[in-house]
């Protein structure tokens, strides 16, 4: 597993809800609930997630649900995240790089850091952007390269990418996302509406992409666009 810069200090570590015992039960509720790559939940158990939302809310940072960031949208579910990475790990890692469509708070960004060697990432709501770059510069995590952009065009000129993560749900998937994918990588992206969704993994062979089904999942829309 790569390792990221995240310093243990008394803002990491947190205490009382937020300590480091009360992240260990997140971890270990995790794994009941059918996470089993020990590099996720190691990446997990690192990463300070109360740092990453609102501090009226840092005491129910780790329990498994979505929380409010702002501008409309969420941070997702810790099982959410975690799963999303275990089925973008599961891809062939050639050039050991992925893309995460959706920055937001920058927390799933933080968890890939921990996993791979370098994380690009894309937000279309600049506030978010612009927050996000400040938490990921605190943890010294300057291995993630944040955009501030439309998500639907990805990021070209870095691709092709081992793994892409969407923290949105599109109505289908985008074809410009599935270019930047390198051949054996994943494209692990929830598609559907308001009413129903289902997250997808989609995998590039040498000549065309197979696609399967994993779960029901409920994210915010994908919109085109930078606002």
């Given at each position: ?211 399967e089904t994993d779960s029901q999942v409920t994210f915010v829309p994908f919109l085109r666009g930078q606002i």
């Amino acid at each position: 597993m790569v390792k990221g810069n995240l310093n243990s200090n008394s803002a990491t570590d947190g205490i009382g809800m937020t300590s480091q015992r009360t992240r260990d039960r997140l971890i270990d509720r995790l794994k009941h609930s059918g996470i089993s790559d020990t590099r996720v939940l190691e990446a997990m158990r690192r990463t300070p997630r109360h740092l990453f939302v609102d501090e009226a809310l840092a005491h129910k940072a780790y329990d498994d649900v979505s929380l409010p960031i702002g501008q409309g949208q969420t941070i997702s579910q810790p099982f959410v995240v975690a799963r999303m990475c275990e089925l973008g790990l599961s891809g062939t890692l050639v050039n050991k790089r992925v893309l995460e469509v959706g920055t937001g708070c920058g927390y799933q960004a933080a968890v890939l850091a921990e996993l791979f060697p370098i994380v690009f990432s894309v937000e279309r709501i600049k506030d978010l952007y612009l927050q996000a770059q400040h938490r990921l510069a605190t943890l010294q995590l300057y291995h993630v390269h944040l955009r501030y952009g439309d998500g639907f065009s990805g990021w070209l000129n870095e691709s092709p990418f081992d793994a892409i993560l969407v923290a949105a749900a599109a109505p289908e998937i985008p074809e410009k996302l599935l270019r930047q994918l390198a051949v054996g990588g994943k494209l692990v992206i929830p598609v559907g509406d308001s009413s129903q969704q289902e997250l997808q993994i989609v995998t590039r062979t040498d000549s065309d992409y197979s696609v399967e089904t994993d779960s029901q999942v409920t994210f915010v829309p994908f919109l085109r666009g930078q606002i």
